[in-house]
């Protein structure tokens, strides 16, 4: 059996067992760390990567990532094609190469795509046969450790997947060099600001070699890297960041306040005290997260689950945009942070990224994609408003809009969550593979191992767009062990049976536990309340949600092709119909108003055409609330006056409206409408 097959995957970071099959070369520098060479558990840990077997809509949306720019990228952008500095050519040799492994490696192998695998190969061939004599990888043409942190948690995916062992030495090798390096050419620029990343493969290593230098130089990487836990524990970034209050145009962009307020650093930091508290053991680390989460949310939050920056921090209105690689950065630290606090909450915020703000950043085919998407988007053109530091084309659908990073990196989104949707439990002292946990919910089938017996976990279910998930449990003998079941806050009234019978009425907010002997066809079924209801944003606007999706007005959409762009093509697109809508703000009379219905949840789940899940409701038009320059001008104060005719609008879940208005104002009382 490969290593990848018998350890949990970041084994992850949390358990200290030590694995097999570990090649005798990586042992090679071991020696009495000053720090204690024993990191913490977490509160679970992930299964091993191949575990997880996704079905229905999620495969589905795998499938067509695969069939767009996911699965041939190489094939249309130079960036990643065959002269890319990762495949020994000259072409570019940064970070564009790796965040596009870093995402193609998952997808292929749940997919068991043989045309991805051969294509990934290709870059981690490359990436071990030219590693230099002192353990330095990667092209020459640069010495930045920030690509090669990307690379690294690349290669330790494909190390699960594979088995291959030039992996665990490549990465012994490196360390060493980069120990020895590190007091004269310290971290700097993303790498100083990123460094919690290269930490989680540090000890991905540790867990396999037991090398203490490794907890060494994660104090290094601690040391030298940027406080993300002092900088929220005093926030100071409440406002707007313009170009001007971070001095944009000196150091290009590099300067601490710059790094300091850019979104996707910030998305990334979201792990960095969870995953420093394994080696801390404090507190203040470990619940950093919801610390950091709670002053994006208050300052910068947007209905679709984000913290507004294009680029940088941006303020509360829903027409600023957030960059889509801080949308799968912030699902990826969500899914490390949930993994090591054990906190529900996470989970949920977890799955709004994934159900809205994740798909609403691409076409329905997944042939191009917006570096910035806005909740209250009503034009996608070539115009400077409202971006604080991004370009023009910010919000384009297409092959590389404003930025490339997004193109390379938007890839990991989709696998690793899939990969996330379930974790070992670590109850009983921290012990690694005391049961299972359900920490987010979408079609999916595991296969594993407790204690010695191999178990099967079949989950059925058409959330988010359903509120009924079923899982029949198969070991292969009767066998105890937890099942812990992630109940969303949104969520009270949540029921569940196990073989039909009530079992539990848990508390939103929590994990539920359901601890017997299972055996093979034993069944548990969880009702989660799909009930409307509202939720409040900039200048008292209100949105519309249900379970974990959030509800957009769909604008009539215009598409004009803009340029070719090899196998795809740059669009703008047009509203075709009014936007400015105001709903109710008698909260009792605009529930009432609202009517659901569901349509058959098919392959193509985040499309208009095609959408599991329909709303209407009441509202009015509101004509002095306008756009310039393509995007909507800000709301104006709730409540207003309205004297317009009621109608009735159709809601479509986020992603499905690629013009949207999201967050709405809202009307006042004993404001007679217009007679019809």
């Known amino acids: ?60 949306q795998l499938v067509i ?80 450790w920030w690509p090669r942190i990307v690379m690294l948690k690349a290669l330790s995916q494909y190390q699960e997947l594979t088995g291959d062992p030039r992996v665990i030495p490549l990465m012994e090798k490196y360390f060493q060099y980069q120990l020895k390096g590190l007091p004269a050419r310290p971290l700097r620029d993303w790498g100083k600001f990123r460094w919690q990343d290269e930490l989680l493969s540090v000890l991905w290593l540790y867990n396999r070699t037991r090398s203490t230098f490794l907890i060494d130089l994660a104090h290094v990487l601690h040391d030298q890297g940027h406080d993300w836990v002092a900088q929220y524990a005093d926030f100071q970034f409440k406002q707007k960041i313009t170009k001007e209050y971070i001095r944009l145009d000196e150091g290009g962009g590099l300067k601490e306040l ?3 307020t850019h979104g996707v650093n910030n998305a990334q930091a979201i792990k960095a005290g969870p995953v420093w508290s394994l080696l801390s053991g404090a507190d203040v680390d470990r619940r950093a997260a919801l610390k950091m989460i709670a002053e994006l949310n208050q300052y910068h939050g947007l209905p679709n689950g984000m913290f507004s920056c294009d680029e940088h921090l ?64 009503v034009e996608c053109s070539v115009h400077s408003r409202p971006w604080t530091t991004d370009g023009p084309e910010s919000n384009l659908y297409g092959l590389e809009p404003n930025f490339g990073c997004c193109t390379a990196n938007f890839h990991q989104g989709w696998p690793k969550f899939a990969n996330s949707l379930f974790f070992f439990s670590n109850e009983k002292g921290g012990e690694a593979k ?18 010695g017996i191999a178990v099967k976990v079949a989950e059925e279910t058409e959330y988010p767009f359903r509120g009924s998930v079923k899982f029949t449990v198969t070991p292969d003998a009767p066998l105890n062990f937890p099942l812990r079941l992630r109940i969303p806050g949104w969520a009270a009234g949540t029921v569940i049976r196990v073989n039909g019978e009530q079992a539990l009425s848990p508390a939103p907010g929590t994990f539920a536990t359901i601890e017997r002997q299972w055996r093979a066809g034993d069944a548990v079924e969880i009702r989660l309340p799909m009930n409307a209801r509202t939720s409040r944003w900039f200048r008292d606007s209100v949105s519309i949600e249900r379970g974990p999706l959030v ?45 659901v219905r569901e349509n058959q949840v098919q392959e193509a789940v985040f499309t208009a055409k095609h959408s599991p899940l329909t709303m209407t409701i009441k509202a009015r038009k509101i004509p002095e609330w306008r756009a310039e320059d393509g995007a909507a001008n800000p709301l104006p104060k709730s409540p207003i006056s309205s004297n317009q005719a009621d109608e009735t609008i159709v809601l479509v879940p986020y992603a499905a409206g690629k013009l949207r208005i999201t967050a709405f104002p809202r009307y006042g009382s004993g404001v007679e409408p217009k007679s019809t």
């Open 1 to 60: 059996m490969g290593l990848g097959t018998s350890l949990p995957v970041w084994h992850r970071l949390f358990s200290c067992g030590t694995g097999t099959g570990v090649a005798t070369e990586a042992l090679s520098f071991m020696h009495a760390s000053t720090h204690d060479p024993a990191p913490a558990a977490g509160a679970f840990s992930f299964l091993p990567l191949g575990s997880i077997q996704p079905k229905g809509w999620l495969r589905n």
């Open 65 to 144: 990532q695969a069939n767009g720019l996911g699965g041939h990228l190489d094939e249309t952008w130079a960036d990643v094609g065959p002269n890319s500095g990762w495949l020994g050519g000259t072409g570019e040799s940064w970070e564009r190469g790796p965040y596009f492994l870093d995402g193609l490696i998952p997808l292929a192998w749940l997919l068991d795509d043989g045309r991805l695998k051969q294509k990934a190969q290709k870059f981690v061939n490359w990436t071990i046969e030219n590693q230099q004599p002192n353990g330095m990888f990667g092209p020459r043409s640069n010495n930045d």
């Open 258 to 260: 710059a790094l300091s």
């Open 314 to 377: 941006a303020g509360t209105d829903p027409s600023q945009g957030s960059e889509l690689c801080s949308v799968v950065e912030y699902m990826f630290s969500l899914e490390q942070a949930l993994a090591i606090t054990g906190e529900a909450s996470l989970g949920d915020a977890l799955e709004r990224l994934a159900f809205n703000a994740l798909p609403g950043a691409f076409t329905d085919d997944m042939w191009a994609h917006q570096y910035n998407q806005e909740p209250n988007q």
């Open 434 to 451: 005391d049961g299972l946990v359900a920490a987010a919910y979408a079609p999916c089938e595991v296969r594993t191992v407790l204690h």
């Open 551 to 595: 509800f957009s007005y769909g604008i009539g959409e215009d598409w004009v092709k803009l340029r070719d762009r090899g196998m795809t093509a740059d669009w703008q697109v047009f509203p075709t119909t009014q936007w400015n809508y105001a709903l109710d703000a008698d909260v009792d009379a605009l529930e009432k108003s609202i009517g």
